[in-house]
């Protein structure tokens, strides 16, 4: 069966660090586009990052330059290293993999396979 799942979040404080961490089973993660996205209570899902296929990124505004996506082929996981992290970060944070698109989107149209999500808390 095909699964994403998530880990690694958790409650950190203004201005620290966290790295989320997405395996992968029955899926290649180096093989499509693959992403993450988050949502808060009350808002729409946004996506945070994505991966293509031969290692292009690209990010949202919001977190350019503070957080950071990245896969190991050998481990199958995708990561997301968040940096500076500030409370309006706080939200459920998903995996997300395409099957056939290999690019990269920030939109959820090309992603079929999702975790379950893994909630980042952070405090002011």
């Known amino acids: 069966e095909v699964q994403l799942v998530e880990s690694g979040g958790g409650s950190v404080q203004d201005g620290g660090s966290l790295r989320l961490s997405c395996s992968a089973s029955?899926?290649?993660?180096?093989?499509?586009?693959m992403a993450w996205f988050r949502q808060a209570p009350g808002k729409e899902r946004e996506g945070v990052a994505s991966?293509?296929?031969?290692?292009?990124?690209t990010y949202a505004d919001s977190v350019e330059g503070r957080f950071t996506i990245s896969r190991d082929s050998a481990q199958n996981n995708l990561y997301l290293q968040m940096s500076d992290v500030k409370p309006e970060d706080t939200a459920t944070y998903y995996c997300?993999?395409?099957?056939?698109?290999?690019?990269?989107?920030?939109?959820?149209?090309?992603?079929?396979?999702w975790g379950q999500g893994t909630q980042v808390t952070v405090s002011s």
């Open positions: 991966i293509a296929r031969e290692g292009r990124t």
């Open positions: 997300a993999g395409a099957r056939v698109f290999s690019g990269t989107s920030l939109t959820d149209l090309p992603y079929t396979i």
């Open positions: 029955e899926y290649d993660v180096s093989r499509y586009s």
